[in-house]
């Protein structure tokens, strides 16, 4: 459990930081061909990062998903205020005004793709970015196991057929 909270703890203030410089350049520079190409350097690295937990540390499926889960816990805490938002005190404007702060590194791809923003995109994005470590973790382990095989069954006399 405590390895779960500590790699879970690194994904979502890493993934914060990088909300936080993305907010601050979508918001300082103006939008153009050129800021969009580098604001996808944010979305990269975003989504990156979390598939990189995944996979740099060692973690089963469970903890993946829980790192993940975790990792994406700012987006759940501003999706639970703006779902308070829309639908109790019906302000769908403000709702989404709330959830920009998160969804701000994928500004690029919003924009040259017209991407629908609304709760259920931060939805999405949350359970992305939570596949994204389990896939990483995945990846994770089956590289071990090939490796594993690879040693097992001597397959590196084969290398020029592999």
Request: glycine content about 8%; overall charge positive; charged content about 15%.
């Amino acid at each position: 459990m405590e390895r779960i909270i500590k790699y879970g703890g690194k994904l979502f203030f890493g993934s914060l930081i990088i909300c936080i410089l993305s907010f601050f350049y979508f918001k300082l520079i103006p939008c153009g061909e050129v800021s969009n190409l580098i604001g996808y350097v944010f979305l990269e690295v975003f989504l990156g990062y979390n598939f990189y937990v995944g996979y740099r540390y060692e973690l089963n499926f469970k903890e993946a998903f829980i790192v993940g889960i975790l990792g994406s816990g700012f987006g759940i805490f501003l999706l639970f205020f703006a779902s308070y938002t829309h639908y109790v005190i019906d302000e769908a404007y403000w709702s989404i005004w709330m959830m920009q702060f998160y969804f701000m590194p994928t500004m690029s791809f919003i924009a040259d793709f017209s991407v629908d923003v609304s709760l259920g995109y931060v939805v999405f994005l949350i359970i992305f970015s939570t596949v994204l470590v389990v896939l990483g973790a995945g990846f994770r382990f089956l590289k071990k196991r090939i490796i594993y095989i690879k040693n097992k069954c001597n397959l590196s006399i084969y290398k020029d057929f592999l």
